[in-house]
Nanobody, 121 residues
């Protein structure tokens, strides 16, 4: 059973920083991509940042230059460093991973439980 365990959310003032972590635990054979999505009330879920095994990175335009995603492959962990936070970054941030549990298994999507990030003005 694979689980994505997130940590690092919270309340911060505008201009501040937070660091999110997400660790994949359980039976993990290989990970194709890990990343972060967010959903604010009344909005659809959107991609924030993602990183592939090969190191390719994709950011939402709204966070480029402020957020940095990184990955520790040995720990099956992805990090999201969020700097210069704005009130509009307020949302529930969810970790996502596309991974295989066994060598011949089809890659599947897994999600964390979500962590609240609130940025006050």
């Amino acid at each position: 059973q694979v689980q994505l365990v997130e940590s690092g959310g919270g309340l911060v003032q505008a201009g501040g920083s937070l660091r999110l972590s997400c660790a994949a635990s359980g039976r993990v054979f290989s990970i194709n991509v890990m990343g972060w999505y967010r959903q604010a009330p009344g909005n659809e879920r959107e991609l924030v940042a993602a990183i592939t095994t090969g190191g390719n990175i994709n950011y939402a335009d709204s966070v480029k230059g402020r957020f940095t995603i990184s990955r520790d492959a040995a720990k099956n962990t992805v990090y999201l460093q969020m700097n210069s936070l704005k009130p509009e970054d307020t949302a529930v941030y969810s970790c996502h991973a596309e991974l295989r549990e066994r060598i011949r298994a089809t890659a599947r999507d897994y999600w964390g439980q979500g962590t609240q990030v609130t940025v006050s003005s």
